[in-house]
């Protein structure tokens, strides 16, 4: 991307604010008029100072004065309503990139790094509102204050100011160059410190392996090599700049040299008396702060060029699995679910699911079962369309689930995870997780059916009992039946339990199991099975192997058929 395209993708988001950028550039235009103004002053100052009128003097510093006082005005209204309208700004663009990341699929997340999006979704943004608000308020500021001040300056005396601007080409050149060096520079650093984040989110959020490895020391080297790389990049960028204003201070030295020489020579021809001298010396000085913040607001720009294209490439990905536009909501469905002639593959050319056709009655209890890796998981996640199948399709009451909204969908499937992950609230906000509308009488009624109830009850907060992040932390056996309950409490058709593989102590297993009973009746429920008991109880079980249904029928009948699941089961539950 180069720098015009990168900017323009912010223009949606700056237009709204199009009244506060405007009061801000009003005030910007007062506090620019009052500062060409200052020079007249200060000239007239001089002027009554050669003369020796002491009262001349007081008059005209007391509009030097007032004129200050004004200035300063405007400067405030000007610094708040571009800020307001910079944080504006940014506050639409962080809302939109979230949700874009949100529309984003499974198959993006797979790839994606956590701490990468986290550093976009904060510091990136961050930097982009900087950056607009510096270039509303003090680069509009300067660069009117560039035009008006060397056009005063060309009124008072014309060959002194050519004089003073023979070397701004190449300062223009110089800082050009900079500019394009610092953008590509700056976009290393960001990435850089982008790898330092996801290192960081990886490893600190899965302390208990690194700890149980006794891996704390190759960690530790793993993040310092990651910290050096990132040290490097800033290095260089730092460096570019400590270059670059040594570099033009000099020309703008060398300019006012010049200056002075030429002013001289013009007094001592008396082409020029001394106090235009001072008058025009004064709009140099004046000049001397907004060409510092130009070159400084070009570099700035040209570093958030880094941060907007890396934000806009977030944007630019479009979600691998859509609505359609015309997608219409699942009526209340009786549980019935159909998989006809579906064939998936994450990866091209390796399939995991082959033509596989499955038809569950409204009410049936499927248990799944199969070798690791043979697509059972798969199986189910395409049901909850976390990914579309290439080729056949899944159909809910002789609905092809593509034709439907995916919220209705899922609002009538429930699913019940191996591991269930708590998030920071309390414990009725998780159990109505995703719910923008709180029904307490239902969040308790479904804690009854996953016997979690009575010790939530036992919570010295009960149901607003904090979990999850820096909360309560809650037993396997809690966990899941905090999730039976997350999982009923929209009382879907259809049921999804990935068995977890972890035994519990017997007590808190039969309180689990018990619930799994309740949770499951008069619904469709498709059921990753690892205990026997479980199988058992299926109406149907579904050999699963290499993406395929080998085998199917209840367990008893599968086992006198003394085929692939009456091996498995004698080495899988022999005891
Ligand atoms: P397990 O009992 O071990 O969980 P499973 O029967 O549930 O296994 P799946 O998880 O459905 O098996 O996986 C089926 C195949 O698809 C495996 O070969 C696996 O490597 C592959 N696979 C699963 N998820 C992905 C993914 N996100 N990207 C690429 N390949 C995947």
């Not at 995703?434 to 036992?458: W, Y």
């Amino acid at each position: 991307m180069n720098s015009t395209s990168s900017y323009r993708h912010l223009i949606p988001f700056l237009l709204p604010q199009w009244r506060l950028f405007a009061r801000g550039f009003a005030c910007v235009l007062g506090y620019v008029s009052c500062t060409v103004l200052l020079p007249a002053v200060v000239g007239r100052v001089a002027e009554f100072l050669g003369k020796g009128d002491v009262e001349g003097v007081a008059r005209w510093l007391g509009l030097a004065a007032i004129v200050f006082l004004i200035r300063s005005v405007f400067q405030y209204g000007e610094s708040v309503w571009t800020l307001a309208a910079s944080l504006d700004s940014v506050l639409a663009l962080r809302k939109a990139v979230y949700a874009h990341l949100q529309r984003l699929g499974l198959r993006y997340y797979e790839r994606a790094k956590t701490g990468d999006l986290t550093y976009r979704m904060t510091e990136d943004i961050d930097r982009i509102g900087e950056v607009i608000n510096s270039m509303a308020h003090r680069s509009l500021s300067s660069s009117l204050q560039l035009v008006a001040i060397p056009a005063y300056m060309f009124y008072l005396n014309w060959p002194l100011t050519l004089a003073s601007f023979v070397l701004a080409p190449l300062m223009a050149w110089l800082i050009g160059k900079f500019g394009r060096r610092m953008a590509i520079l700056s976009r290393r650093s960001q990435d850089r410190v982008s790898d330092l984040s996801s290192l960081l989110t990886e490893v600190l959020g899965n302390i208990r392996i690194v700890k149980a490895f006794a891996a704390q020391a190759y960690e530790v080297s793993r993040f310092g090599k990651e910290a050096e790389r990132n040290r490097a990049a800033k290095l260089r960028t730092e460096r570019l700049r400590a270059v670059q204003y040594p570099v033009v201070g000099f020309l703008e030295a060398l300019s006012i040299i010049l200056l002075f020489l030429l002013g001289g020579w013009q007094i001592s021809r008396g082409q020029l008396t001394p106090q235009e001298f001072v008058s025009f010396v004064t709009a140099v000085a004046l000049l001397l702060h907004p060409i510092d913040l130009v070159t400084n607001q070009y570099n700035s720009l040209k570093q958030a060029e880094a941060s907007v294209d890396r934000i806009f490439e977030l944007m630019e990905i479009s979600p691998d699995l859509e609505e359609l536009p015309d997608a219409k909501t699942l009526p209340p469905a009786t549980g019935k679910v159909d998989y006809r002639g579906v064939s998936f593959e994450y990866e091209c050319d390796r399939p995991v699911l082959q033509s596989l056709t499955l038809s569950a009655r409204a009410g049936e209890a499927i248990a799944l079962v199969g070798p690791s890796g043979a697509g059972k998981t798969t199986l189910v996640n395409l049901l909850m369309r976390f990914y579309d199948p290439q080729s056949g399709a899944i159909f809910i009451d002789d609905i092809n689930i593509r034709d439907v909204t995916l919220t209705s969908l899922r609002h009538q499937i429930g699913i019940v995870p191996q591991d269930t992950v708590l998030f920071s609230g309390t414990i009725a906000q998780n159990i109505a997780y995703g719910q923008t509308s709180f029904d307490m009488e239902a969040i308790v009624r479904a804690a009854k059916i996953a016997n979690a109830h009575r010790f939530i009850e036992q919570f010295p907060d009960g149901y607003r009992s904090r979990v999850g992040e820096r909360g309560l932390n809650l037993s396997g056996g809690q966990r899941q039946r905090v999730a039976i309950a997350r999982a009923i409490l929209l009382d879907p058709r259809i049921l999804i339990l990935d068995e977890a593989t972890s035994a519990l102590d017997s007590e808190s297993e039969a309180l689990v199991q018990e619930a799994l009973e309740r949770a499951t009746q008069n619904r469709t429920v498709f059921v990753i099975a690892h205990r026997l008991s479980t199988v058992r109880k299926a109406d149907r079980i579904l050999f699963l192997e290499q993406g395929q249904i080998v085998e199917s029928g209840s367990h008893e009948v599968l086992l006198a058929k003394g085929g692939r699941y009456a091996d498995y089961h004698a080495r899988q539950f022999s005891d």
